[in-house]
C-alpha cells in the first residue's frame, strides 16, 4: 500500500508493509467509484452551511406533508346509547383493538374513530342496527365549490358541466342559484368539482358558455344549517339517522307524510311554540345563531357583519288606514290654501259659523305667513349688501383719485 505525504508542496511515497488483511481486502471487489461518489449540491450561497443528512431532511418533510393530507374522520354523534360496556366490545371486534375512542357527553356519546375505513366499518355496524346517530362527511370526499357569476340563468346547467369538463375539471354538480326571498333566478351558478390538485386553477377561468365570467369562492355564512330530517341544528339530513319529526306538527313523522289541516296553526318541534321548525324567530334557533355568531367573530376577528336596520317608530311609523288619510289630508289642504290665499273668505265665514281647526298632522304648515318671512329675509339682505358696498365704493374711489394724476405725468 502506498501512502501520499504532502508537504510543502512536494510529494514524497513512502512504502508501508501490508498485512494479512489488508491482501484480504484486496482480493474483495472493489466498489464502483460512481456509487461511493456522493452526490453534488449546487447552492447560490457557497458560504451557507447546509443541513446535516439532507436527504433524511426530505423524507421527512415529505412524509410530514403526506400526513397532513391525510385528514382525520370527522365524529359520529349517537343517542340513546343504553349500554356502553357491551357497545364498545362489539364495536372493538368489528375495527379491532385501540381503533377508536369514545367521549360521553350530556346528550349523546361522540366516537371518534383513527381511521377512514374505521369510520365506515363503523357507520355501516350503526345503520344495521338502527341506532340513533348523525355525523358529518368526510374532508377527503368534500366537494370543491365555486360561484360563476354573470351566467345568464336560462343557460342548461349540462351545458356548463360539458364546457368545463372539456377544460379538463370533474364535475360533481352544477346549480342555478336563487333570491332566497322572490326565488328570482339570478345569473350565479354553484359548481362543485371533484378533489383534485387541478381544481384552483379554475379561478383563472375568464369565459365560458359565449359569456365573460367571475369565478369566486362562497362567501363564508355565520347562519347555522338546521337538519331537514329531525329539525335539530348542527348537521344536515344527508348524514342523520335520528328519528324523522315534523316540520309543522312536530310529530315523529316525515313531513311529507304530516296529516294536519293547513288551516291548523303549527306546532315547533323544539321549543313547542306556535310556529313551524325553520322558523328564524324561535327562542332555540336564536340562542344557537347568537353562539355561532359569537364563536365565529372570535376565530374571524377582521370579519364584519353589517346588521339589517332595526324596525322603530321613528325610521318606519305604522301605515295609516285610507280613512285615516283621508281624514288627516282634508284639513291640511284647507290650511294651504288659506295661506295661499289669505284675504279669501272661507265657506265657514260666509256661512256665520267659526271655521274648524285643522287637525295637527306631522306635514302641516308653519303658522307664520309666507310673505313675512320674505320680507325679513329681503329687508336683512339689502341691509347686509349696504354695509359691505359701502367700503367698497370708499376704496375705488381713492385707488382712482390717486391714480389719474399718475397717468397724466
Given at each position: ?7 510543502k508542496n512536494?510529494?514524497?511515497l ?8 489488508d ?10 467509484t ?16 447546509l443541513?446535516?443528512?439532507?436527504g433524511?431532511?426530505d ?10 393530507k391525510?385528514?382525520k374522520p370527522?365524529p ?7 349500554n356502553?360496556?357491551?357497545f364498545c366490545?362489539t364495536?372493538?371486534s368489528?375495527l ?8 360521553s ?5 361522540m366516537?371518534?374513530?383513527k381511521?377512514?375505513?374505521g369510520?365506515r ?15 358529518y ?8 365549490r ?7 340563468h336560462t343557460?342548461?346547467?349540462s ?5 368545463l ?7 360533481r354538480?352544477?346549480?342555478?342559484v336563487?333570491h332566497?326571498?322572490?326565488k328570482?333566478?339570478l345569473p ?10 387541478k ?9 365560458l ?8 369562492e362562497?362567501?363564508k355564512?355565520?347562519?347555522i ?7 335539530q ?5 344527508t348524514?342523520?339517522?335520528h ?10 313523522h316525515?313531513s311529507?307524510?304530516?296529516?294536519k289541516?293547513r288551516?291548523?296553526?303549527?306546532t315547533c318541534a ?12 324561535c327562542?332555540?334557533h ?9 364563536n ?6 377582521g ?39 289669505p284675504?279669501?273668505?272661507t ?5 256665520g ?9 306631522p ?17 336683512s ?10 367700503p ?16 397724466t405725468?
Open positions: 500500500m502506498v501512502h501520499v505525504n504532502k508537504k512536494k510529494t514524497r513512502r512504502r508501508v508493509p501490508l498485512s494479512l488483511e491482501l484480504s481486502n484486496l482480493s474483495q471487489p472493489r466498489p464502483s460512481s456509487a461511493a461518489t456522493p452526490p453534488s449540491f449546487c447552492t447560490p450561497n457557497p458560504y451557507s452551511i443541513t446535516p443528512n439532507e433524511e431532511a423524507s421527512d418533510a415529505n412524509n410530514d406533508s403526506n400526513q397532513s391525510t385528514a370527522p359520529i354523534y349517537i343517542n340513546n346509547l343504553t356502553y360496556a357491551s366490545a364495536l372493538s368489528i379491532g383493538p385501540n381503533s377508536f375512542e369514545c367521549k357527553r350530556i346528550n349523546n356519546i366516537l371518534l374513530t381511521t377512514i375505513d369510520y366499518a363503523a357507520i355501516r355496524y350503526l345503520s344495521t342496527q338502527d341506532m340513533e346517530y348523525h355525523t362527511q368526510i374532508k377527503s370526499e368534500k366537494a370543491f365555486v360561484v360563476l357569476r354573470h351566467l345568464h343557460i342548461d346547467t351545458l356548463i358541466k360539458e364546457e369538463e372539456q377544460l379538463g375539471y370533474k364535475v354538480s352544477v346549480t342555478n336563487r332566497p326571498v322572490t328570482t333566478a350565479l351558478f354553484f359548481v362543485d368539482l371533484e378533489p383534485s390538485d381544481n384552483k386553477e379554475i379561478f383563472t377561468l375568464r369565459s358558455v359565449y359569456s365573460r365570467i367571475t369565478v369566486e362562497p362567501h355564512t355565520i347562519e344549517i338546521q337538519c331537514k330530517r329531525c329539525q341544528y348542527g348537521h344536515s339530513r348524514y342523520c339517522n328519528q324523522p319529526r315534523c316540520v309543522r306538527c312536530g310529530q315523529l316525515p311529507s307524510a304530516c296529516q289541516p288551516e291548523d296553526p303549527p323544539l321549543c313547542q311554540g306556535n310556529h313551524p321548525a325553520n322558523y328564524k324567530g327562542i332555540t336564536k340562542e344557537l345563531q347568537r353562539l355561532r355568531k359569537r365565529f367573530m372570535n376565530k374571524n376577528p370579519y364584519q357583519h353589517t346588521p339589517a336596520p332595526s324596525v322603530t317608530q321613528a325610521n318606519f311609523p305604522p301605515l295609516q288606514s285610507s280613512h285615516q288619510q283621508s281624514s288627516t289630508q282634508q284639513p291640511q289642504a284647507n290650511s294651504t290654501s288659506s295661506h295661499h290665499h284675504n279669501l273668505p265657506f265657514a265665514t260666509v256661512a259659523s267659526p271655521a274648524p281647526q285643522p287637525a295637527f298632522t306635514f302641516s304648515s308653519p303658522s307664520s305667513p309666507i310673505s313675512t318671512d320674505l320680507t325679513t329675509l329681503l329687508s339682505f339689502i341691509s347686509d349688501f349696504k354695509n359691505l358696498i359701502t367698497l365704493i370708499s376704496l375705488l374711489t381713492s385707488l382712482v383719485s390717486n391714480l389719474i394724476p399718475k397717468l405725468q
